[in-house]
């Protein structure tokens, strides 16, 4: 996948190598990325179209794609995450209902709008800069078409980033955030790269687009990582005192005196024995149930939400993590939806 992911730079460099002049480039990527939003926004103002006319819908999830890993520092399989995670959650095992008795079935409770082309892009030889902005464009699109709200699908957790400036600069403000992790992605620039998946926090805490950042299933992390969430005023409930702070975090209230809240939801946050299938495995971490409780009793208007970091290169043969993925996709579409 590393290989792959630098087809297109390496591409570039050869186009740059015969003299191809810069301007003609530039436009073919320029006209890749136009079309990459011209996607996007012709699904999202359909499904926009189509939920306005049944009415009934003040929010409905809408599944958005972000099929990115090179920003991984380890393992880059969650490019492959986002197919397998939609597979699961129509897989005919299970039924449409979310727990709280929401029906997936009805386009004004989920939506899907189609996969960022990240792969495609980078071929071209655009740069993560411009790569980030049209991952934000994107998730933009998906919020113009209202009551559409956007449940990203990773990709590595350095989506997360654009996504979150996104929706804060749409929304005209920051907003609270809970971000569940077996890690606080909180670096300056992990192994020099500002955009690494071990950085996306540190990103969006910098720009000021998130007023609150709790941080749950914490247990991995650096002397940095602690640094840097007290320089950010972070909120960092680790594993090792789960016990004590069960009842905090089962019982949150967010988004009072801002634009909402943002879940971002790491698998490998959850204990590998109920998510095998992530780059990063973490033993002692929350289990199902856990994500679950904290999950169905926040209190707060949910107005956006990624599921990331799932890795289907490292999944059982059965699609174990894939459902587990699936599900937190289902329970977080009730909690968007209204």
């Not at 980030?132 to 957790?157: A, C, N, T």
């Not at 247990?219 to 005023?233: A, H, L, N, P």
């Not at 780059?279 to 994500?291: A, K, N, Q, T, Y």
């Amino acid at each position: 996948m590393k290989n792959l992911g630098r087809m297109g730079i390496r591409y570039l460099h050869k186009l740059n190598a015969a003299n191809v002049p810069k301007d003609l480039l530039e436009r073919g990527q320029n006209r890749v990325m136009e079309a990459s939003l011209t996607f996007i926004r012709e699904r999202a103002k359909l499904k926009g179209e189509l939920l306005r006319a049944l009415g009934g819908a003040v929010a409905s999830a809408s599944l958005l794609g972000v099929p990115l890993g090179h920003n991984s520092s380890f393992l880059q399989g969650p490019a492959f995450a986002p197919p397998r995670i939609r597979e699961a959650i129509w897989c005919g095992s299970t039924n449409s209902t979310t727990e709280e008795g929401k029906e997936l079935n009805d386009p004004r409770v989920l939506t899907d709008v189609g996969d960022v082309p990240v792969q495609e892009i980078r071929d071209c030889g655009v740069d993560d800069d411009r790569l980030m902005g049209i991952i934000s464009e994107s998730v933009k699109l998906v919020m113009e078409e209202d009551p559409l709200r956007p449940l990203v699908l990773g990709g590595d957790h350095s989506i997360s980033f654009p996504v979150v400036r996104a929706v804060s600069e749409k929304l005209g403000g920051p907003v609270d955030i809970l971000h569940l992790d077996a890690h606080p992605d909180i670096y300056h620039a992990f192994e020099g790269n500002k955009y690494s998946h071990a950085s996306s926090f540190a990103r969006i805490m910098e720009g000021g687009y998130a007023r609150r950042l709790l941080q749950v299933g914490i247990r991995s992390i650096t002397k940095e990582g602690r640094e840097q969430g007290k320089r950010f005023g972070v909120e960092q409930y680790e594993m090792r005192t789960f016990s004590r702070d069960r009842h905090i975090l089962e019982n949150l209230k967010l988004g009072e005196g801002v634009k909402g809240v943002y879940i971002s939801v790491d698998v490998d946050s959850l204990d590998p024995a109920f998510a095998p299938g992530v780059s990063h495995i973490e033993p002692g971490g929350l289990s199902f149930r856990d994500v679950l409780n904290i999950l169905h009793n926040l209190q707060g208007n949910v107005i956006a939400a990624d599921v990331v970091e799932f890795n289907p290169q490292r999944d059982t043969v059965d699609g174990m993590t894939a459902m587990v993925a699936a599900k937190l996709v289902r329970e977080l579409t009730a909690k968007i939806s209204k």
